[in-house]
């Protein structure tokens, strides 16, 4: 069994280091390329979730997301977070996970992500948190197009979260692996 906790610490360390080293809201990871294309799809790069079936699990997820024609890509973005929103809250109220932990515990046997509750601290009535995901399913290993993609996750966070505190939660992705760094991560923000 894989130690999901030395993951977690090597993880940080990597990703700390990129966001010290950005440039321009870009982490280190070059070469940019405008889109994500067809074939980009089937190369995850999960070294936790690695195995023989997770290419094709990863793979047959990113078909269905990506397959949006252009003309709608753009609201697209907020139905994918919608969509998670809406997951989020079902996975809390149905008992599937009860707190933050326990959502990791979800995401990593769903294989979705490791999920990395970094910090949280209270800023002007707001509880903020930093929270990361590490080998998302939505773009680990995807080229840099230097924008973050996973609207997704982000709606998952803010929608167990809101469940889990009462209150209404945004998430918005600041950093991901296709603006080049090793994470996503989500600036999360809860009236308190």
């Known amino acids: 069994m894989k130690n999901i906790g030395a993951f977690i610490e090597e993880y940080r360390r990597i990703t700390d280091d990129e966001i010290r080293a ?6 280190p990871r070059r070469p940019i390329k405008d889109n994500i294309e067809f074939k980009d799809l089937f190369s995850p790069e999960r070294r936790f979730f690695s195995s023989d ?16 024609p252009d003309i709608i890509s753009g609201s697209a973005a907020g139905v994918s977070y919608i969509g998670g929103l809406n997951l989020g809250r079902v996975i809390i109220a149905e008992g599937l996970a009860e707190d933050i932990t326990s959502l990791a515990d979800f995401l990593l046997e769903q294989k979705m992500g490791i999920l990395d509750a970094v910090s949280e601290w209270e800023e002007e009535g707001y509880l903020r948190m930093d929270v990361r995901v590490y080998e998302c399913i939505e773009c ?3 080229p840099n197009i230097g924008r973050p993609i996973c609207f997704f996750e982000a709606g998952i966070i803010a929608g167990a979260l809101s469940e889990i505190l ?14 080049g760094y090793s994470c996503c991560q989500f600036d999360v923000r809860a009236r308190i």
């Open 53 to 68: 079936d997770d290419e094709s699990y990863v793979s047959s997820f990113r078909m269905g997301h990506f397959n949006i």
């Open 140 to 142: 680990s290993g995807l």
């Open 22 to 27: 950005e440039r321009d809201g870009l982490g």
């Open 166 to 179: 009462g209150c209404d939660v945004d998430a918005y992705e600041r950093r991901c692996w296709t603006n």
